[in-house]
């Protein structure tokens, strides 16, 4: 758990703390921010994600493994993009010559994901946005929304969710094919326990690309409620040719996963891990991959 996550998950837990917290931190937020040469813009009615990045403290390390993994020259494909963060890294990156495609199911968060993407230099020819959930079929899905927290958006009900909205949702594996893409160099998935119906609707896509990189969110309860089973999702993204690491720390330190169902049981309930899935070239042994 990071100090962010423990300080509002247990310092700020009781409800009238909380309220009084988020109220402070809509108040600080600046319209957008500035990371390296990636402009983001933020959700001023959300405390914890766009509070996170507004005061440098959200996702420091996978934000760090990006930026040292992330050509170029590849094909971008952020599912459950928020307000767009890693669409914009992609973007600015230096001599960007690729493509991004960013998934975002929720109506209130594209509104800055749109403004995101226009603000970073290579959005014009280069960036589409989706505004479909990712899943396992072609679907009508209820999404159901957190109003403190747009990035705990799910599509499931829980007591912490008091919104909803009806979205539309389709296989990765259409969309690509709608929008020309045949194989992508890096793919991120945050969709707080849906990413197994991310991945059954995207093996066409992640078969084809022989050289890859995944990051995305590994979160047993939620696996569970979106109807995944754990460990089977694992075999999944292993059965796509991906060996698979667990990313640590601010510096974004890679470790081989040797023993999936001891991973498994560390991150019940509220836990979770950030996992890293590389094929082909992309799995080439560096000083980040610990054994």
Known sequence: MSVAEFIYTVLLKPPPLRRAANGVIRALLPPRVQLGTASVWLNPQDPVVSGALAFRVYERG???????RFQPGMTFIDVGANVGLYSALALSTPGF?????????????????????RSNAAAATSATIVGLAASDRAETLTLYQNPDNKGDNRLY????????????????????????VASVGFIKIDVQGAEAKVVRGARGVLGASSDCIL????WPYGLARCGADALEYLDLLRALGFRLYELTGNRGTLTAISAPRELVERTQGRRYANLVGLKGKADAVNSSIQA
């Open 62 to 68: 996978e934000i760090t493994f990006f930026r040292s």
């Open 97 to 117: 010559r690729g493509r991004v495609l960013a998934l975002e199911p929720h109506r209130e968060s594209r509104v800055y994901l749109e403004k995101t993407i």
């Open 157 to 180: 009900p829980d007591g912490l969710l008091h919104g909803q909205e009806t979205v539309g949702a389709d296989t990765l594996d259409n969309i690509c094919r709608e929008h020309g």
């Open 215 to 218: 990051m995305t969110e590994f």
